[in-house]
């Protein structure tokens, strides 16, 4: 079946940690984003890329840093310099064909500090 | 600057009992609005994508509807399986595909 798959469900950083979050997408998809979920909040952009090897800033990238390298794959890393990385983690691809934008989301990642 | 606002936050409803979830959005050139139903621990699942004022569009007791202010989701005679989470978004031309968000309004259907 062709989906999004994020890895871990679950994970835990300590302090001064960079941790790494896991998208892979096999529907052939051109774009990709990261998003933020906090309770009672809005999904909010981290990052998003268009193609291989390109990748912009959403409207939190603060903290963060992504790759692009190869069509199926664009990781999310939340650096040290993240102080409030608690968030559920929300990775989505997309095509890029004009009247059928929607976006294809993954399961998630809940990020937790220890 | 563009902008979703979705309301009520929080809707509870007798089974049966059918009501209609707000979306408002200010956007610089509209080029779709989409809703979503998000469970609870998962990640939000496609409902509809509306592009004009006027243009309507159904699926089982859910249908969507679009002016050029908001738009909005009807629920008609509920089920406690439509409780969850659903969440409007915009998409702007010019902007790379991305979306901008409303924070959700939560649904609980009780029996």
């Known amino acids: 079946d062709g989906g999004i798959t994020q890895s871990p469900k679950y994970l835990f950083r300590k302090e001064g940690q960079n941790v790494t979050l896991s998208c892979e997408q096999n529907?052939?998809?051109?774009?990709m984003y990261w998003y933020r979920q906090d309770p009672g909040q809005g999904l909010r952009l981290i990052y998003y890329?268009?193609?291989?090897?390109?990748?912009q800033k959403g409207d939190i990238a603060e903290g963060y840093s992504v790759s692009r390298e190869k069509k199926e794959s664009f990781p999310l890393t939340v650096t040290s310099a993240q102080k409030n990385p608690t968030a559920f983690y929300l990775c989505?691809?997309?095509?890029?064909?004009?009247?059928?934008?929607?976006?294809?989301f993954g399961s998630g990642t809940q990020l937790s500090v220890l | 600057e563009d902008q979703v606002t979705q309301s009520p936050e929080a809707l509870r409803l007798q089974e049966g009992e059918s009501s209609s979830l707000n979306c408002s959005y200010t956007v610089s050139g509209l080029r779709g609005l989409f809703w979503y139903r998000q469970d609870p621990g998962k990640g939000p699942e496609f409902l509809f994508t509306l592009y004009s004022a006027g243009e309507e569009k159904e699926k089982e007791r859910l249908k969507a509807t679009l002016t050029k202010k908001e738009s909005f989701l009807h629920i008609t005679a509920p089920k406690p399986e439509d409780s969850a989470t659903y969440l409007c978004?915009?998409?702007?031309?010019?902007?790379?595909?991305?979306?901008?968000f409303g924070q959700g309004t939560e649904l609980s259907v009780k029996p």
């Open positions: 989505a691809s997309s095509t890029r064909r004009t009247g059928d934008e929607k976006l294809f």
């Open positions: 978004a915009v998409q702007a031309h010019n902007q790379g595909g991305k979306l901008i």
């Open positions: 890329s268009q193609i291989v090897n390109d990748f």
């Open positions: 529907l052939n998809h051109d774009a």
